[in-house]
């Protein structure tokens, strides 16, 4: 069994909690706008004289209340999206978690790095030979590549997660460059874990492996290792201090 190092993100969990607490705290934001909108039609109601109230209080009490509603209804289902993609993020995690635990036990496995600029990178993976940084994604549908960028049920990504994948690889190159003196490469991995997700690519996509968590063991077991010998203790060293930060 490989060394683990690390727990769940904790930025997943934070944010997950807190969306949630807003999400299932609407009855109590509820009250908190009815009790706004009565003080507003009372302070209409004193206000204008009473030989025009009727036509313009119904207006005004009916516009209040869809405004009132439709802002609530926003806010919470932003709200409630918010945590079901953190708990998806979560349990994409946990599923790519169980398979490298499963690895041999030269492989260690560090959990949630954060290096400051990138984010956090939700796995690194380093044994004698290589060192690999894993990004974490869990959407479900058919993922593709048409030859420019990565497509999600048949378009473009909200955000560019090669990208992302590609600077992460670049940061944890040169802390590791700049804590041991020397380069060498780092492999990264986009993974998608969804266990409802059809990943349709073969091969690399513009030099990055995309592949899905159900081949992952396979494809770091079989992954051709470098000739070049690698310090693996000084590397987890090194990145512990860094682990959920």
């Known amino acids: ?29 509820a009250l908190i706008i009815g009790g706004v909108i009565v003080a507003l039609i009372l302070t209409v109601i004193k206000s204008v004289p009473i030989q025009e109230l009727s036509i313009l209080r119904l207006a005004i009490i009916l516009f209040l209340i869809f405004i009132a509603c439709a802002a609530f209804l926003y806010f919470y289902s932003q709200r409630e999206r918010r945590s079901k993609n953190y708990e998806s993020g979560r349990a994409g995690e946990l599923l790519v978690f169980n398979t490298l635990k499963q690895l041999p036990d030269d492989n260690h496995v560090l959990q949630d790095i954060n290096l400051g600029s990138v984010g956090n990178i939700d796995f690194v993976l380093t044994r004698p030979n290589e ?29 560019n997660i090669l990208s992302q994948v590609r600077l992460q690889e670049r940061i944890l190159k040169d802390f590791l460059f700049h804590k041991m003196g020397h380069e060498f490469p ?10 409802k997700c059809y990943v349709d690519i073969n091969g690399p ?6 592949i899905h968590q159900r081949v992952l063991f396979n494809f770091l077991q ?14 987890v060293e090194f990145l512990k201090p860094y682990i959920g930060k």
């Open 186 to 195: 780092i492999i990264p991995v986009l993974v998608f874990a969804n266990p």
């Open 222 to 235: 079989n992954y051709a290792h470098s000739q070049k010998p690698l310090n693996v203790i000084a590397v």
């Open 131 to 159: 060192v690999f940084s894993l990004e974490v994604k869990n959407h479900a549908g058919r993922v593709s590549f048409d030859g420019r960028k990565l497509l999600w049920n048949g378009r473009p990504f909200p955000k």
């Open 205 to 210: 996509v513009l030099g990055i492996p995309v």
């Open 1 to 29: 069994m490989a060394q683990i190092y690390g727990s769940e993100s904790k930025y997943l969990i934070t944010q997950q909690k807190t969306n949630t607490w807003f999400s299932k705290g609407h009855y109590f934001i």
